[in-house]
């Protein structure tokens, strides 16, 4: 036998199984305060707190979970505990104590990249002060559940808490797992809703989907969706160059991914980076010449260039293939205020308001391209 082969075997890291199953052993042993940190993606965390009891039946389980950020730990899970036997507590939720306090832009969280590392979450503060008093109070097992991400801050910003620990541990995953909670994300991605999301709530998808990229079981075909939602989460924060980053991994991946060329051009046209944006929304349209929005928003950045004949053309062509399209039409009326043309601007701005009633009328008010025409009478009758 070849005794470097041996060796080189014993040098491998453990399966994900092999994890899990030193976690079991590890708390079924403990009797009293410990520290267990569990790396795993939600979805994980929660098919663990469906079947750790069943693992491990002999023992008293309970599950605190947090949805909003909290500076206290201490006293919620003394509320928790109050009256009831408990001896392995599972913690769930963690992540939006820390998501606030991730002002960088928003790139992957690795050691070294933190965004301040003077500033240390009000929650870990909490947990190096009252580490004695968990200790001394709870003789019971906490269970952390986080992502790699959180694990991070608790290794650089809580390092006196994190040293008390009795492991760290990652929870196996499978295809299926991670197919699941890829086109869970998926089927949630809409750039409208989006918007309404707080800092906090776009970095939590930031991070899950970039968590979900660098999962071993994530097929390449997944991976251009998932790239093109995170630069639609990246725009949707106005983060337009690293939205630019991702929609270029996507295409990486998909050349031929005409969306991805769209947004990719509006996100060079937000940088003011019109040439460019005009060759992306022609790479998209050289894969799907019928795409409306498309020839819509070329036609917008050949405005912002002064070419106007060719902007009118890209509306047009727009309008051709979806008549009902009020952007287009929105477009073009801008284009003629412009050109003091009041006839069609308000011909176009009509057309625009019928298909489009609310929108076109709110962004009527406010456009600078109308400033022209403001005092037309017919223009303030249908802006009304």
Sequence with gaps: MNPNLSDWDDDLPPEPEEVYQDLLRALK????????????????A????????????????????????????YQPVAEFVKDK???ILLIKGLEYSLYKYEKRSFGEIT????????????????????????????????????????????IHRAPDFFDWRSGVFELPTTPELVEEESNRLLLEGDYQEYLKLSAEQKIEKVIEIQDLLTEKHQPDNQKPRLLFELGNLLYAASEYEEAIASYDQALKFKPDYHEAWNNRGNALGNLERFEEA?????????????????????????????????????????????????????????????????EKALENLQQAINLNLNKSREMAKTDLDFDGIRENKRFQALIQ
């Design 111 to 154: 050691e070294g990249q933190f965004s301040n590392l003077t500033s240390v979450p009000h929650i870990l503060n909490h947990l190096n002060q009252q580490r004695e008093r968990f200790r001394d109070d709870f003789p019971i097992s906490f269970v952390f559940l986080l992502r790699s991400f959180s694990i991070n801050y608790f």
């Design 29 to 44: 042993r403990k009797s009293a305060f410990g520290l267990f940190f569990v790396q795993c993606t939600p979805g994980e």
């Design 85 to 87: 036997q408990i001896d």
């Design 46 to 73: 929660d098919k663990f707190i469906v079947k750790l009891p069943q693992e491990i039946p002999q023992k008293k389980i309970a599950v605190l979970r947090f949805v909003e950020a909290i500076d206290n730990l």
């Design 278 to 342: 005009i060759a992306s929304y022609d790479q998209a349209l050289k894969f799907k010449p019928d795409y409306h929005e498309a020839w819509n928003n070329r036609g917008i950045a050949l405005r912002k260039l002064g070419r106007f004949e060719e902007a009118i053309a890209s509306y047009d062509q727009a309008l051709e293939i979806k008549p009902d399209y009020p952007s287009a039409f929105y477009n073009k009326a801008c284009y003629y205020a412009l050109q003091g043309n009041i």
